[in-house]
């Protein structure tokens, strides 16, 4: 158990660029799940996946942003024309069908 | 969207002393509950779960719940100056795949 691994750790875009990340979860781990924190903010839910199938999107999820999760392993989270109200610390997290998620280190976006 | 309001501090207190943070929900079909904790600029650790009403201890900290109130509380004693954190309260239901919905957090100094 080497715990959910985020790539990259920092990403400096300039906007309308399109930026690609990327989670491991835990490997046992079936749900997965996105989020997106700003400063002085609690992290707000994405969406979340359980094996690879998309259960749950949030209206925060504009037509910009995309995941997948191919074949019920890793994620990626794409977004498309960034804007400058983009730059967040993007978390992932998993989970087994129990409670209690294991968070990633996050990757921390900058649009310049 | 359903609300978790936490008073978002500073809570400032001395070592060796209680911590006391506390947590409002307003979706009364929540039914998981837990404590985060965040130091700056790292992802959100889990600390305290608790589902069912009454408390729950686990060396230093004591989680308490009380869904008539639709209150969560969350103890720290022998508070050490490496509890200084941002404490997350977040809720979870069956209904959303245990998608968590964060408070804002509460920032916790304590002092030496």
């Known amino acids: 158990d080497t715990g959910v691994s985020q790539d990259p750790r920092h990403k400096i875009t300039k906007r309308g660029q399109n930026v690609t990340f990327r989670c491991d979860p835990i490997?046992?781990?079936?749900?997965l799940y996105w989020y997106r924190q700003t400063l002085g903010q609690g992290p707000e839910f994405l969406t979340y996946?359980?094996?690879?199938?998309?259960?749950?999107k949030s209206r925060l999820l504009s037509d910009r942003f995309s995941a997948e999760r191919p074949k019920g392993s890793f994620s990626t989270l794409e977004i498309q024309r960034t804007e400058q109200g983009d730059s967040a610390m993007y978390l992932c997290?998993?989970?087994?069908?129990?409670?209690?998620?294991?968070f990633g280190s996050g990757t921390r976006l900058t649009v310049v | 969207q359903k609300e978790v309001e936490q008073n978002s501090g500073p809570l400032s207190v001395p070592e060796g002393a209680i911590a006391s943070l506390n947590c409002t929900y307003s979706?009364?079909?929540?039914?998981?509950f837990f404590w985060y904790r965040q130091y700056s600029g790292k992802s959100p650790e889990l600390i305290m779960s608790?589902?069912?009403?009454g408390d729950k201890e686990d060396g230093r900290f004591t989680a308490q719940l009380n869904k008539a109130s639709q209150y969560v509380s969350l103890l720290i004693r022998d508070s050490q100056p490496s509890d200084s954190a941002t404490y997350l309260c977040?809720?979870?239901?069956?209904?959303?795949?245990?998608?968590?919905?964060f408070g804002k957090g509460t920032s916790l100094l304590v002092t030496p």
């Open positions: 997290a998993s989970s087994t069908a129990a409670y209690g998620y294991t």
């Open positions: 490997s046992e781990h079936n749900r």
């Open positions: 996946f359980q094996n690879e199938a998309q259960l749950e």
């Open positions: 979706d009364r079909v929540s039914q998981s």
């Open positions: 608790i589902y069912s009403n």
């Open positions: 977040a809720v979870s239901n069956s209904n959303s795949g245990y998608a968590l919905n």
